[in-house]
């Protein structure tokens, strides 16, 4: 069948994180008296987000900071247009919940989202309960440490369920209760969910009493719908859509049933374009919006459910609808699927090098040329900042390894800090991208539009020279690189009415490291650190002069004399003169293991003398009888 849904893939068990508030999350973690009082962020002459606080007194994100000002008079305003903040934040919180997973499966959506795929963790669980006692369970985190973890109760979904499952009495959700009404037993995959609910709550109250930060999750069986099912149940909530997946006998779908309530626009993965090229079809007609000064929502509601119910839709009516210069061939398939609630798309693996370094900033109005060369000296100097602090690593001490942390990023700007680091990956190519705004229209309205324009360039080999300054790099960048790519865009002298500019590191070239992700191994960093490495095995040649001794005449009676006494006595060469021996050269000199002790009681051989050996009468060596002609040919050989 052409309008065949595709097979979705229900076997992972995928969390999906929804930081609340960010940005104003992160003033308040710095200033905890903010928490309870109406806190905004401004960006520009806009609200960019605002704390719960200032939401239930009428203020809402992209507001005008006027609008803010009349709706809320003592509304906290403060500015985040400097993201090092939120960026560092971010990186920490993520850090966090990757540390929680064995198959670094962590993939990070902007600055306050983070989905992970805890399919490992929960099979391994799921195999260790006893289903004779779900309500005393525990939930390992580590297959080699059997006590780290948490306990829970395995009988019920932790948090809220989509559809609302929970007892009105008691409010929890009995597994029982969520389990298909077609199914007699609790299913393989409503088990699996409720563990990854408990694991979600697990998570948010470790990130909420070390990091200081609430959130949102959805757990779910892919990306789309663990992200959609978070927002059910905003703020500091958690949502898990529990079965049936498929659509049962009866026609019924918990999927669909939820995805199509949803208006077109608001899937993940169906951006503006498509979405009004979707509705157009839909209505026949271009949908109407309201006018704003950054967004306007539609006036006419398309749901999912329209969409997905009309007769004929399917990939080929989508290919039609959305056909056009740069479409991917399978983006229709992909559509299709997104609006039956399939997303196959993997989480990505946590990578310790980003795959690009991106940094822009929006305007009212910039159309002057000197005002665009100190913008792009600000964004580049910006730009050199995030490659040293997210590609480069210690140099020398392999434990100090990995890039500068958010609390050291002040670094970057010290010479002698920076030149015992090395770079992990080096960006290839450099691009300039811009937007520049419409005329206005006849009737004084101007084409809404966030088209961007690009121009890119080998990035030049000068600014990964760390012992130069930031500044001096960030104007050299702008006067050679970046000014070329500017007059690329824009050949014409004035008027270009900029409303954004972004620059971007990318197409990174991994350096050589011993991790498993780099480009073959730093023979160089190998070589440094052998000292150190090998010096518990250092075989050392050291001289000991020998104690001072008296010279013995070659051949000279009385050495004879004592070591005949001892031979006779039975008593053990002492080990001065085994030294002594040993020192002289002799080459075959056996200690004695079987000395008699002259004991009465002890056995006695009878010819001690004889067992003990020859001495030389040219040096004094002793060595066994059969030894001693080739001994004293040795020394009939001329020197």
């Given at each position: ?34 928490k ?45 247009e ?18 929680y ?10 600055f306050?989202?983070?989905?992970m795929d ?16 779900p ?7 580590d297959r ?46 409503s ?29 779910s ?88 119910l ?87 001490n ?174 053990p ?5 085994q ?61």
């Amino acid at each position: 069948m052409q309008n065949a849904v595709p097979r979705r893939n229900d076997g992972r068990i995928i969390l999906h994180f929804d930081y609340d508030c960010f940005y104003a999350a992160v003033f308040e973690r710095e200033n905890p008296a903010l928490k309870f009082v109406p806190l905004a962020v401004q960006q520009k002459q806009i609200i960019v987000t605002c704390n719960y606080e200032a939401r239930r007194r009428g203020l809402y994100k992209l507001q005008l900071v006027r609008e803010a000002r009349q709706k809320c008079p003592n509304v906290i305003i403060v500015l985040g247009e400097d993201l090092t903040r939120f960026r560092n934040a971010s990186k920490d919180n993520y850090n966090f919940l990757r540390s929680y997973t064995w198959s670094n499966k962590v993939e990070r959506l902007g600055f306050d989202e983070v989905f992970m795929d805890v399919t490992d963790l929960i099979d391994y669980n799921v195999k260790l309960l006893n289903p004779h006692d779900p309500f005393d369970s525990f939930f390992h985190l580590d297959r080699n440490d059997p006590t780290l973890g948490f306990s829970y109760d395995a009988s019920a979904i932790s948090g809220h369920t989509y559809p609302n499952c929970a007892d009105t009495a008691t409010g929890t959700v009995a597994l029982s209760d969520a389990a298909p009404d077609d199914v007699d037993d609790v299913d393989d995959l409503s088990l699996r969910l409720c563990l990854g609910s408990h694991l979600a709550q697990h998570l948010r109250h470790e990130l909420e009493q070390q990091k200081g930060y609430t959130s949102t999750v959805g757990i779910s069986t892919n990306k789309l719908i663990s992200k959609l099912v978070g927002n059910v149940n905003k703020p500091k909530g958690q949502t898990t859509l529990v079965p049936p997946y498929h659509t049962t006998i009866d026609g019924h779908s918990n999927v669909n049933g939820f995805i199509d309530a949803h208006e077109i626009g608001e899937i993940p993965g169906i951006g503006f374009k498509m979405a009004q090229k979707i509705r157009h079809h839909v209505l026949g007609r271009p949908a109407h919006f309201d006018t704003g000064l950054v967004y306007g929502g539609p006036k006419e509601i398309v749901k999912v459910k329209h969409v997905r119910l009309l007769d004929g839709v399917g990939p080929m009516i989508l290919r039609q609808i959305l056909d056009g210069p740069g479409v991917p061939k399978d983006l229709p398939e992909k559509v299709w699927g997104l609006i039956n609630g399939v997303d196959n798309a993997e989480v990505g693996r946590a990578k310790e090098v980003p795959q690009q370094i991106s940094i822009e900033d929006s305007y009212i109005r910039l159309d002057q040329l000197p005002e665009v060369i100190r913008e792009l000296k600000m964004l580049s100097a910006s730009l050199i900042r995030r490659m040293r602090l997210d590609l480069t690593t210690n140099a020398n001490n392999a434990e100090e390894a990995g890039p500068v942390s958010a609390d050291d990023e002040a670094l970057v700007e010290h010479q002698d800090v920076m030149s015992s680091r090395r770079w992990l990956a080096h960006p290839k190519s450099l691009r300039l991208s811009t937007r520049p705004r419409p005329p206005l229209n006849p009737d004084g309205t101007r084409t809404r539009t966030f088209a961007r324009i690009s121009k890119s360039a080998n990035m030049p080999s000068f600014v990964f020279d760390l012992a130069t300054s930031v500044g001096s790099l960030s104007e050299r960048l702008v006067e050679e690189a970046l000014m070329p790519l500017f007059r690329k865009l824009h050949p014409e002298k004035a008027g270009w009415n900029l409303s954004l500019v972004n620059l971007c590191a990318t197409n990174m070239s991994l350096s050589a490291s011993d991790s498993k992700d780099g480009a073959g191994r730093d023979i160089g960093r190998m070589f440094r650190g052998q000292v150190d490495f090998l010096k518990d095995w250092k075989v050392g040649d050291i001289d000991i002069v020998p104690k001072e001794r008296p010279q013995n005449k070659i051949g000279s009676n009385a050495r004879n004399t004592r070591n005949s006494e001892f031979l006779e006595s039975g008593a053990p060469e002492p080990l001065d003169n085994q030294l002594q021996a040993a020192i002289t050269g002799s080459e075959d000199l056996l200690p004695l293991t079987q000395a008699s002790m002259n004991d009465e009681d002890g056995w006695d051989s009878g010819d001690n003398g004889a067992d003990a050996g020859d001495c030389c009468k040219a040096c004094g060596a002793i060595m066994p009888a059969f030894a001693m002609t080739a001994h004293e040919r040795f020394h009939a050989v001329p020197e």
